[in-house]
């Protein structure tokens, strides 16, 4: 397998995670089951901390190669986006009981990061045309934002260097 092949793989299967949990929250938030979407935001935090690092450290800056720079920039404020809705998600979770209007709300909240999923691995397309060097390189980092293994909001309010708009 070459080293495109292994990325395009290995980045698929990390949006079909993402995807999953996402349609998973869906349908537990629709049916108000607290502890399952407790349990679905923990893994959509784990799951979207290193991959959302790596992207943005070492993925979404080779994207000039293809894209324009308001492009690139639309993909950093789609995380932007997604980690301040992740965080409401949080927020509307914690209810002692989710309202019919909260059930809503958060599916409204999920559906709107979707896309983001799709946009973002049909990224494959291009970066499979990148020398190996470079894609090798993304591997790496992700390697080390896996084993940094920090979850979404750590790594957001810790060591991302981007303020979220207000
Ligand atoms: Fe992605
Ligand atoms: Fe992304």
Redesign the pocket.
């Known amino acids: 397998m070459s080293v495109a092949e292994e990325f395009v793989c290995i980045?698929r299967e990390?949006?079909r995670a993402?995807r999953d949990t996402i349609l998973g929250l869906v349908s537990a938030f629709r049916s108000k089951k607290r502890a399952e979407i407790q349990s679905l935001l923990n893994r959509l935090a784990c799951l979207t901390g290193p991959?959302?690092r790596y992207?943005e450290e070492a993925l979404y800056p080779e994207l000039t190669a293809f894209f324009t720079d308001e492009y690139v920039e639309k993909l950093y404020s789609d995380h932007d986006m997604a980690i301040a809705n992740a965080k409401r998600l949080i927020e509307l979770a914690g209810a002692e009981e989710i309202s019919d209007d909260q059930s809503r709300q958060a599916i409204r909240i999920l559906q709107s990061i979707m896309p983001?999923?799709s946009d973002?691995?049909g990224?494959s397309i291009l970066i499979e045309t990148l020398p190996d060097e470079k894609i090798q390189k993304v591997l790496d980092i992700r390697q080390m934002a896996r084993e940094e293994n920090l979850g979404l909001t750590g790594w957001a309010d810790g060591i991302r260097n981007r303020l979220l708009p207000t």
């Open positions: 980045f990390e949006h993402v991959h959302f992207e983001h999923v973002c691995d990224l």
